[in-house]
Every structure is written in C-alpha cells, then in structure tokens.
C-alpha cells in the first residue's frame, strides 16, 4: 500500500513538471511579455494562432505550476516524516536541501533561462518550515490566506491608485524593444546575458516579494497540509461522491473564470481583472486536475502512461533542467535560433514532440541508470 501510494504522488508530481512545459516554451520562444499580452506583441496573426494561444491558456497557464509547488509541499512533508522515523532531526538537512536547491535554481536562471522557479521554490520551503508542526487543517488555511496575498495586494494598488503602473508593467513593450529582446536571444550566450541577468534579478527581487513567494508559499504549506491527512495518501477520499462534485465544481468554477481571463486578454481589456480571474480560475482548475489523476489512477493498475508518469516525476527536477536545455537549444543563437519564429501552434506542437520524448526517456533511463543526474547530485550535496 505505501509503494502504491507512493506511486500515485509521483505521477501527480510527473504530470506537474510536464504540464507546465507547454507554457514554458512560449517564455523561451517569444519576447517576455507575449505570453500576457500577444495580441498587443504582435504574435497572433492567424486563426490558427489564437486558437493554439488560447488551448493553452485554458487548460495549461498556471495550472501545473499550482500543482508542482503543491507537490512540493507534500515531498516536504514526507521528507520530515521519514527522517523522524529514522530518529534524525530533519531540520538541518531540509536547510542543506534548500540550499542546494537554491544553488541549482540560481546556475539555472543566470545561466540558461531567467523563469527558473528553483530558488523561489527553495526560499518558500525554508519558511514553510518554521510553521511545520501546525495542524494539517491549519496549514491548509495558512496556506489559502497567503496564496491569496497576490491577488489582495493588487486590489490595494488599484483602489490606491497604482494600478497603472502596474498595467504598464503587464502590457508589452514598445516594437523596439521587443526587436532588441529578439536580437539578443538570437545572439550568442553573452549576448543573451545582459537581458536574462537583469531579469532573473527582477524576478528574485521585487516579482518576488509581491507576488511569487506568497504564491509558492501558499500552495507548499497547502501540500504540507495534505500530506498530514491520513485520507489523503490512503486515496480514500478520491471515492467519496461528494469529493467528486467537488472536484467537478472546482473545475466548472476555474474553466469559466479562466474563459473570463481569455476574453479580457484577446479583446486586449485589463490585464489586471485578467490577472485575478486566472490566479484563482487556475487554482479551481490544478485541483480539479490533480484529483481527476488520482481518480484515474486509483482505478488502473500502475503501467502504460501511469508508470511513465511515475517515472517521470522521480526524475523531476532532472526533467525540469532537461526541459530548459531543449528550449534553449531549440530557441537561443546559441543553438538553434528560432527565438521570436515559431507561431504559438509550432509551439504547442515542440512542446507536445518534447513531452513524449520524455515520457519515454525517463522509464528508459531509471531502468539502466536509476535516479536522475540532478536528483543524485542534490542528494550527495545535501546529505553529509
């Protein structure tokens, strides 16, 4: 029974680090603020485009990224359980695990792609930690309360009048500035530098006190919490009726407010009232997701996709850094240089051609070689 439970949290921690590839891929593909605002960046020309766009807003954009920071929570959660049970003290290696992690993610962001969500994901586990020995029920509501802070602080900013400037902040650039994002990352690697330096920067900074650690936080504390009820490891309450209309609300509720989203950004509206509906639409939508698996995988034995799942996410933050050095090779003037080429359907279809390379390559690879490179690595790091 707990391989078997196991098993499951692996796929959903598999289908998290997939799912948010097909969104990743538009940040490495495109000039930063396309993926908010293409109609404005001049990236949508077609029918087909749109189309393609607006698939992956609906069904992808921050949905598996919510579900990955709340498996996070969960690995947390397990993580100090079983070194209680070996009678070690777990809190001196989650700071090593942290901070190894920290490391990884800042390699990952100054030297191959600025959105690396590593350290912020790192910070957001050290103070989860603090809060460790609340109750299950009451790390869940913690963890609603600061997930929500994003959202609050803008309301703040628009009834005070700073919404604006943040408008402007979401809105895309001038032409010449998206032109001159395009040279550079079709550039060489020192020439891509000074635009991902300075935004990897902005993003651990100020992105990241506004808004992306009270996001992390938020969900890990929410998984952590998850991960100390009995009901939800035994998957028994996967067959609860009721669960299931939940879930069925869950995903009603996020599809329209994610639809409200897609109206507002394609009749090129504000960007600020598109922000909330798609922050708490996603929300709705990666719980909706992550019980659906859970359903499905309570009712099938661990094979076919399931056990590629499953590989795939022991193996994932390998996969993760995999994805970034695909992208890159694929988008950068340093490999390839398709940056700012490929419309949003060649996107979508790169990013569905990696997808099944990796759901094959990684049951292939933890049959010859066991644990990924990266997983052995921040092991050895951070157990002395």
Not at 113 to 120: H, K
Not at 143 to 171: E, H, M, R, T
Not at 300 to 305: E, F, L, T
């Amino acid at each position: 029974m707990g391989n078997q439970r196991q098993t499951h949290l692996d796929q959903l921690r598999g289908l998290a680090v997939l799912g948010i590839f097909p969104v990743n891929i538009f940040l490495f593909g495109w000039p930063k603020t396309a993926l908010s605002d293409p109609i404005a960046s001049g990236f949508l020309l077609s029918t087909a485009d749109v189309l393609a766009w607006s698939l992956m807003h609906l069904l992808f954009e921050q949905k598996f990224i919510n579900l990955l920071a709340l498996m996070f929570g969960v690995g947390i959660g397990l993580f100090a359980q079983r070194q209680s049970a070996r009678g070690h003290d777990p809190g001196p290696l989650h700071v090593r695990r942290m901070l190894t992690l920290a490391s990884i993610g800042l390699l990952h962001a100054y030297l191959i792609w600025w959105g690396d969500i590593l350290f912020v994901y790192s910070l957001a586990g050290l103070l989860a930690w603090t809060v460790r020995t609340l109750g299950p029920g009451a790390l869940i509501q913690a963890g609603l309360v600061i997930y929500a802070v994003p959202s609050l602080l803008l309301v703040l900013w628009q009834l005070g009048g700073l919404a604006p400037d943040l408008a402007d902040n979401l809105s895309a650039p001038s032409m010449e500035q998206i032109f001159a994002e395009i040279q550079q990352y079709r550039g060489g690697w020192r020439e891509q530098m000074s635009h991902r330096a300075a935004t990897a920067l902005t993003l651990q900074t100020s992105t990241m006190i506004s808004a992306t650690l009270w996001h992390a936080l938020g969900l890990i504390l929410a998984g952590m919490g998850l991960q100390r009820l009995p009901q939800f490891l035994s998957g028994q309450w996967i067959h609860s009726a009721i669960i299931r209309w939940y879930l069925l609300g869950a995903l009603i509720t996020g599809a329209l407010l994610m639809t409200v989203s897609l109206g507002i950004r394609l009749a090129g509206g504000d960007l600020l009232w598109a922000f909330h509906s798609q922050y708490w639409g996603s929300l709705g939508m990666s719980v909706a997701y992550g019980g659906g698996l859970l359903l499905w995988s309570h009712h099938h034995d661990v094979s076919g996709i399931g056990r590629h799942l499953a590989a795939t996410g022991r193996l994932a933050l390998s996969v993760y850094i995999l994805q970034s050095l695909i992208a890159a090779l694929l988008f950068y003037g340093n490999g390839l240089g398709f940056f700012g080429q490929f419309n949003a359907l060649q996107l979508l279809l790169c990013a569905g051609l990696t997808i099944l390379l990796l759901l094959w390559l990684c049951p292939c690879w933890e049959r010859h070689l066991g644990a990924g490179p990266l997983e052995r690595l921040w092991r050895r790091i951070a157990y002395p």
